[in-house]
């Protein structure tokens, strides 16, 4: 049914129930997983404040890496094949995109990611992606003891 199964990260704690569920699903119906990592190379402010712009997507693709890698050694630890990718652009896009290129046949997504600002932007990422996608996706909301 699922050969193919897509895990965005923003590498918070919020994305470990969807996480959990994707590697469930991928061991159910030997799938690969895909950890991806957009950074949003429009970060808002980058620039604005003495920050540079490149640093800042710098910093961002470093954070990324570490999140897919840390997804992939959790992965493989449970016998998993696991596809890493950190990819720049709107995140939405990004995730619609990577789910195309890769024949994504289903989408694990946290409804919630990081506090405050980017929790909000995260959230709406999911959103946007659910709307959008010609494949299903799975919402999967944080456990209550988390909050």
Known sequence: ??????????????????????????????????????????????GLMGVDAQDTVSE?????????????????????????AVNEGLPHEGI????????????VMSSRGRSGVSRFVFGSVTERVVRLSDRPVLVVSRDVTDE
């Open 60 to 84: 961002l693709r470093t954070m990324g890496e570490e999140a897919v890698d840390t997804i992939a050694t959790r992965g493989e630890d449970r016998g998993l094949t696991v596809e890493t």
């Open 96 to 107: 619609l995109d990577y789910a195309d290129d890769n024949g994504i046949d289903l989408l």
């Open 1 to 46: 049914m699922y050969d193919e199964i897509l895990v965005p990260t923003d590498g918070s704690e919020a994305v470990e129930t969807a996480i959990e569920h994707a590697f469930d699903l991928a061991a159910t119906y030997d799938a690969t997983v895909h950890a991806l990592y957009v950074v949003d190379d429009t970060y808002g402010g980058a």
